[in-house]
């Protein structure tokens, strides 16, 4: 597809479950981010990727999070042991160029996110 | 560190009538600022961005929005609102300025309602 694709587009999952949530950015583009949506909270920043460069993670909530890009395309995200406070949209953008302030950012759809 | 502030989590406008959506920045360097449109179901799309070349910017579907370095401002308007404008929306700003690794910050969001 032309956009940014995220899957599963939904996911139930029980307390203290892991969970993989995938993004395929728009092909061609070096720089892809991940943010969390949630109620009230607007869009928490969470890890970018940068071509070859080493990730920005400083937005990840705790060590139970963690990322990562392979081959400079398809990433993935991955929450271990998770928590009712991990519920929440994970939208994944991507952009051309090296990074936000000069290309726009393209978002997927988002992976809505429910632990129970 | 950067940020932004957004005032009023919802508003309500009829339709035909001015939309104004307040945003006001924190920032260190000259900043890069956004704003971000999201339609119910479906992701997050770029309005508009001030990259210091003009301090009125002017986006898609009528928007535009006003840079005031002296209020730290960046509100975002559009002189009568169409249904079709029932969104929510997010202002952000780039944590590096100019820098091209910046990632984008984002405020809380501000869900617009247009009565007919």
């Known amino acids: 597809g032309a956009g940014v694709s995220q899957s599963p587009s939904n996911k139930v999952t029980e307390k203290g479950k892991d969970v993989e949530l995938r993004c395929d950015p728009i092909s061609g583009h070096t720089a892809l981010y991940w943010y969390r949506q949630s109620l009230g909270q607007g869009l928490e920043f969470l890890i970018y990727?940068?071509?070859?460069?080493?990730?920005?993670k400083s937005g990840l909530p705790s060590d139970r999070f963690s990322a990562e890009r392979t081959g400079g395309s398809v990433s993935t995200l991955t929450i271990q042991r998770t928590q009712q406070e991990d519920s929440a949209v994970y939208l994944c953008a991507s952009s051309l160029l090296q990074g936000a302030t000069n290309e726009k950012l393209f978002f997927g759809s988002g992976t809505q996110l429910s632990v129970l | 560190a950067q940020s932004v502030t957004q005032l009023g989590s919802h508003v309500s406008v009829s339709e035909g009538a001015l939309v104004l959506l307040r945003c006001n920045y924190s920032?260190?360097?000259?900043?890069?600022l956004f704003w971000y449109v999201q339609y119910p179901n479906q992701g997050l799309q770029l309005l508009l961005k001030?990259?210091?070349?003009?301090?009125l910017v002017k986006g898609i579907n009528g928007f535009e929005a006003e840079f005031k370095k002296s209020e730290t401002s960046f509100h975002l308007t559009k002189p009568s609102a169409h249904m079709s404008d029932a969104a929510e929306y997010f202002c952000a700003v780039s944590d590096k300025g100019s820098s091209n690794t910046g990632k984008l910050i984002f405020g809380q969001g501000t869900t617009l309602q247009v009565k007919p």
């Open positions: 990727f940068q071509g070859n460069s080493a990730p920005d």
């Open positions: 001030y990259t210091s070349a003009a301090t």
């Open positions: 920032s260190s360097v000259p900043p890069y």
